[in-house]
């Protein structure tokens, strides 16, 4: 979660990925969506993490340019 603010505050810049082995991690991601749901997080910051199956697809979202905007900070807050 420190990362995921720290990234959301625009301090890194670095991919987040999620490495979802048997589905781990699905009870975050339906928290992460309710927190969409009710406002307590903007739909744009579901794009500051991605998700993996397996190990070497972890590896192949490592070499894809991150799409986390550099001016994070000026959309940290809310509304």
């Known amino acids: 979660m420190e990362v995921l603010s ?3 505050l625009g301090s890194i ?7 979802n082995t048997r ?6 991601f339906e928290l992460f ?5 009710e406002k307590f ?3 744009l910051h579901v794009q ?5 199956a397996t190990p070497k697809e972890v ?9 986390w905007p550099q001016n994070s900070r000026d959309f940290a807050d809310m509304p």
């Open 33 to 37: 969506q309710r927190s969409v749901d």
């Open 23 to 28: 589905n781990y991690f699905d009870p975050l």
């Open 6 to 8: 720290m990234k959301k």
């Open 13 to 19: 810049f670095v991919p987040v990925i999620f490495l």
């Open 48 to 52: 500051m993490w991605d998700v993996a």
């Open 41 to 43: 997080m903007r739909p």
């Open 59 to 67: 590896l192949h979202k490592l070499s894809a340019p991150s799409h």
